[in-house]
């Protein structure tokens, strides 16, 4: 089932304000909804998946360690 971006619901721009949509490219990433849509396409993740984009988009132009990475999605789970 494709979703369209107008799916996303009203306020769009001020959810971008809010800080828990991202845009990159053709890419919108909805924090809440958990939701990445590529153009008017939803695209599926793993909840994994989704944390890592998450966290790498909340830390743009800077390098990511492993270790903040596995603290931060993955926490005190051995991996």
């Known amino acids: 089932m494709a979703l ?4 996303f619901g009203k306020g769009r721009e001020a959810n971008l304000a809010d800080g ?3 845009r990159f490219g053709q890419f919108t990433l909805d924090s809440r909804k ?7 396409s939803l695209v599926s ?3 994994k998946a989704f944390d890592v984009l998450l ?3 909340k830390n743009p132009n800077r390098l ?4 903040e ?3 931060s999605v993955w926490g005190d789970t051995f991996v």
């Open 4 to 7: 369209k971006m107008n799916d």
């Open 20 to 22: 828990y949509l991202y």
């Open 34 to 40: 958990r939701t990445l849509f590529r153009a008017d």
């Open 45 to 47: 993740l793993t909840p």
């Open 55 to 57: 966290f790498l988009v």
């Open 64 to 67: 990511v360690t492993k270790e």
């Open 69 to 71: 990475l596995l603290q």
